[in-house]
């Protein structure tokens, strides 16, 4: 009898060590680090990029939305490098001071428009991301359309266009 209530004990304590004895072994999720949200992020020395996304309309212009982050004392001027729709190589340049950070393309931020491209929407766009002599990352930022409601607001802004508001009409000016 009391080999069997020992038995029964016994038992129950390796069935609940059993049954919670995974938890011992098995990673926790909550200490893998990723980017939770639709950009990518990059480190490059002391310049950290986090949520970086392209958000375009039709393709050709995209608004390069991202923190920039400096953990380092000194100002840093980033250069994000870029690859057009004719091959050529062009650079944008955010200036980043010591101990903070930037926010570009956000709401009433100053946005980088990344112009004369050809890509397709949905898909992953090489951007070079470089500062000093360090060397630098290639980020495949997400080109995502601009139709999604979070994203209203933030497209690429157009430059204004001068277009004359009549014909101008000849006056005369006196002679000296």
């Known amino acids: 009898m009391i080999a069997r209530g020992a038995a029964s004990i016994i038992l ?3 069935l609940a060590l059993g049954m919670s004895g995974c938890g011992f072994f098995a990673p926790q ?3 893998i680090q990723y980017a939770p949200s639709d950009g990518v992020e990059g480190d490059v020395g002391d310049i950290k990029v986090r949520n970086a996304v392209a958000l375009s309309e039709d393709g050709t212009d995209a608004s390069l939305i991202m923190t920039v982050i400096n953990v380092g004392a000194s100002n840093e001027d980033v250069n994000f ?7 050529k190589t062009v650079t944008a340049t955010v200036s980043v001071a010591g101990n903070s950070s930037l926010s570009v393309g956000n709401t009433g931020e100053a946005q980088l428009v990344l112009s004369e491209l050809d890509i397709e929407l949905g898909s992953l766009f090489p951007v070079y991301l470089q500062y000093g002599s360090e060397e630098g990352q290639e980020l495949l930022v997400p080109v995502i359309p601009a139709e999604h409601s979070e994203y209203t607001g933030l497209t690429p802004t157009p430059l204004p266009t001068l277009s004359p508001t009549g014909t101008p009409e000849p006056t005369e000016t006196p002679a000296p």
């Open 29 to 31: 999720a909550t200490l």
């Open 81 to 87: 490098q870029y690859v057009d729709a004719a091959g």
């Open 12 to 14: 129950a304590g390796a």
